[in-house]
């Protein structure tokens, strides 16, 4: 039961350059997230899907796209890459039960721009 | 101004010392409250969940929600050089917009031997 996974860990690309972070989950959970984590902002929400086939923009959505391609994937595409998109990139899948609410956030992908 | 606001440290203390970690926010709309703790380039992993205001223990943790001030504190009692990480509070209104947490911009601790 390996939760989230995220892959690549690490990538550097130039400006301009297209790449798709790939997440998934293992769990069976409905709603999953991407977020990007930079010093100094906390984490903040890119885009997510509240289930499969559904999927929502968040805070800080311009500059990438997503799939949700099943119920254990969600696809988070960097079209035109920028410098501003370097970042840690977290997804996450989220479990709602009876007194809890948590979300299972993935390794992280650490985006560097050029 | 910030929805979420957390002292970003860090904060360093002797092993064994009670630690206060805290945040405040704004929007009052807010009912559920969580504290996440994130080990050096690790994802952020759920510590505390609490809704509305009051206390909940868990262990060496308590988290304490103060609704009338949009308050809220996690203390660390008997503090491990294991507490060593970067923590994060995370709140969110009833319904809607898909759940959608607003993190605090993290506090980072070091517990020292």
């Known amino acids: 039961n390996a939760g989230v996974t995220q892959t690549p860990k690490f990538q550097v690309l130039k400006t301009g350059q297209s790449m798709t972070l790939q997440c998934a989950q293992d769990?069976?959970?409905?709603?999953m997230y991407w977020y990007r984590q930079d010093p100094g902002m906390g984490l903040r929400l890119i885009y997510y899907?509240?289930?499969?086939?559904?999927?929502d923009k968040g805070e800080v959505p311009n500059g990438y796209n997503v799939s949700r391609l099943n119920k254990r994937e969600f696809s988070l595409r960097l079209e035109s890459a920028a410098p501003s998109q370097t970042s840690v990139y977290f997804c996450?899948?989220?479990?709602?039960?009876?007194?809890?609410?948590?979300?299972?956030f993935g390794p992280g992908t650490r985006l560097t721009v050029l | 101004q910030k929805e979420v606001e957390q002292d970003p440290g860090p904060l360093s203390v002797p092993e064994g010392a009670i630690v206060s970690l805290n945040c405040t926010y704004s929007?009052?709309?807010?009912?559920?409250f969580m504290w996440y703790r994130q080990y050096s380039r690790k994802g952020p992993e759920l510590l505390m969940y609490?809704?509305?205001?009051g206390n909940k223990e868990d262990g060496r943790f308590t988290a304490q929600v103060d609704k009338s001030s949009k308050y809220i504190s996690l203390f660390i009692r008997d503090s491990q050089p294991s507490d060593s990480a970067t923590y994060l509070c995370a709140m969110r209104g009833l319904t809607g917009g898909g759940n959608k947490l607003t993190f605090g911009t993290g506090t980072q601790l070091k517990v020292e031997l």
């Open positions: 609490t809704y509305s205001s």
């Open positions: 996450a899948a989220r479990e709602r039960g009876s007194g809890t609410d948590t979300q299972y």
């Open positions: 929007n009052s709309a807010f009912q559920y």
């Open positions: 899907s509240a289930s499969e086939g559904t999927t």
């Open positions: 769990m069976n959970h409905n709603s």
